[in-house]
């Protein structure tokens, strides 16, 4: 795994109880405005096996244990890495949640890769209006579109939260309205729209 940040400490900003995010290089999508460029514009990585990440990671399991928390896998997109972090998933004991933030922007076979393995999704849909995110990221929101009713479809819902920013120039309050009413319903109940600001 190419792991570009380990965050310790997180209080219920990245999944339940206390959290350590890891910040994992490589993205699909070239968002206007990323809030973590150095995943894409730099080589500045540590290599680490999944058995090497999670030696690290449990030196805060009495955090985890005490609060219910855990890690949460972000990036960039976590989900390139999806076989190591089954494999993480196995490592950890079973009190130790695994999180993992997206966009959906993967093939489908990186989504299932994971499904039995992590404990909860924060997915960073943008906007559902294929024009707008495609002038935001860069890419299709096909690969999106079509894993999100994935997961509807398999009675996935209550394992995520979705995430909707307003992003200044892109979308509007009538455009996160309406992605709001299409996350509504695919049966997300968990949606957290929010201002997103640009740095």
Do not use: W
């Not at 976590?78 to 076989?83: D, E, F, I, M, P």
Request: proline fraction near 3%.
């Amino acid at each position: 795994m190419r792991v570009q940040a380990i965050n310790r400490h997180r209080f219920t900003v990245d999944g339940k109880g206390i959290t350590t995010l890891v910040g994992l290089y490589g993205c699909p999508l070239r968002c206007r405005y990323c809030i973590n460029k150095d995943i894409l514009s730099t080589a500045r990585y540590r290599e680490m096996s999944p058995g090497e990440l999670a030696k690290e990671l449990m030196i805060d399991y009495c955090y985890f244990l005490a609060t219910g928390g855990g890690v949460t896998l972000g990036g960039g997109e976590s989900l390139l890495y999806a076989g190591e972090i089954r494999e993480l998933k196995e490592l950890l004991p079973d009190k130790v949640n695994v999180n993992v933030e997206t966009s959906l922007n993967v093939d489908r076979r990186n989504l299932e890769c994971v499904l039995d393995s992590v404990d909860h999704m924060i997915i960073d849909v943008k906007t559902l209006n294929p024009a707008v995110y495609e002038s935001y990221t860069g890419v299709s929101l096909q690969k999106t579109a079509e894993n999100l009713r994935y997961l509807s479809e398999r009675k996935l819902q209550r394992k995520c939260t979705v995430r909707i920013p307003e992003i200044p120039g892109f979308t509007s309050e009538a455009d996160i309205a309406r992605t709001r009413e299409e996350i509504l319903r695919l049966g997300f109940e968990d949606i957290d729209a929010f201002k997103y600001v640009v740095r």
